[in-house]
């Protein structure tokens, strides 16, 4: 290691840190402005009937049912309203209900 002739001096690495916790992140990496949450926020949803203890949707409950459709009767999927299988059978099957029964529009 005492010839330097041959090999190029090297540039000054600039000193990092060795203790640092996350060394893969060079700089903040959460883009957390003012009220924003990032891009992607990566949040639990809870079934909704599941908190409120609902054990069956009814078909005859439309304010219930109409929370998990659009206004123009398409049912949400689960991944827009959160709930959770059971619960979105039930909806399914009341929507259904209720559609053949015109108590909500088909399209
Ligand atoms: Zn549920």
Redo the contacts with the bound molecule.
Sequence with gaps: MENNETTPPKPQEAPRPAAAPHAYSAGPRRPSGPGGRGRFAPRRKV????AEKIKLVDYKQAQIIKTFCTDTGKMLSRRITG??A???RQIMRAVKINRNLSLMPYN
């Excluded at 079934?47 to 599941?50: E, S, V």
Aim: with cysteine.
């Design positions: 079934c909704r009937l599941c709930a959770c059971k619960h979105q």
